[in-house]
């Protein structure tokens, strides 16, 4: 299954590849440098700007990384997530 995340601000995306997520394949994107803040996610690009464009500052690794575990979870019972 192919599952995309997509920056709530520029709208780059980052596709994952995986049948199921594994915990390594999360943290690795949050390690690349994508952000979140609330419900939003940041690519690496627009997470490094964060600070020019908003005075409260992201959210923790953590949240990130449930972020994108969601998009895994909502695509696959959805049935959006493309084969691959």
Not at 3 to 24: F, K, L, Q, Y
Not at 59 to 83: H, M, Q
Request: glycine letters at 10%.
């Amino acid at each position: 299954m192919i599952v995309s995340i997509m920056c709530s601000n520029c709208g780059a995306t980052r596709e994952m590849c995986s049948h199921t997520p594994r915990g390594d394949m999360i943290a690795a994107v949050s390690l690349e440098g994508w952000g979140s803040c609330g419900s939003a996610l940041y690519c690496p690009d627009c997470s490094c700007t964060w600070r020019a464009r908003n005075r409260k500052p992201m959210a923790s690794r953590v949240n990130t990384c449930a972020l994108i575990l969601d998009a895994f979870i909502r695509a696959y019972e959805s049935g959006e997530g493309v084969e691959g």
